[in-house]
């Protein structure tokens, strides 16, 4: 049974920083990442992470700002995100595959998710 556990989130302002962590029990996945949903809006990949770490792939909106990192040893991805804006207040998701891509189609496994707010 794989499970992920997220932690992280929170209430910042606009500028502020705050960093995501996912926690993975069961075996290691090839992909790491983090999608996010706001209300009213549909699922997105903020970003991704490959096997060695090396391979990521950004949202567009957070290239620059935001960076993905995993641990193998502890089985964690982490999400550090910087110069936070208003307009990425979401739900954030941890997910895992064993393939990788851009849609939450090709991710077999999801945390509960943490709520990220950014006042303006």
């Known amino acids: 049974q794989v499970q992920l556990v997220e932690s992280g989130g929170g209430l910042v302002q606009a500028g502020d920083s705050l960093r995501l962590s996912c926690a993975a029990s069961g075996r290691i996945f090839s992909t790491m990442a983090w999608f996010r949903q706001a209300p009213g809006k549909e699922s997105e990949l903020v970003a991704a992470?490959?096997?060695?770490?090396?391979?990521?792939d950004y949202a567009d909106s957070v290239k620059g700002r935001f960076t993905i990192s995993r641990d193998n040893a502890k089985n964690t991805v982490l999400l550090q995100m910087n110069n936070l804006k208003p307009e990425d207040t979401a739900v954030y998701y941890c997910?895992?595959?064993?393939?990788?891509?851009?849609?939450?189609?090709?991710?077999?496994?999801w945390g509960s998710g943490t709520q990220v707010t950014v006042s303006s």
């Open positions: 992470v490959g096997w060695h770490g090396v391979n990521t």
């Open positions: 997910a895992v595959s064993r393939g990788g891509g851009r849609r939450s189609e090709e991710y077999s496994y």
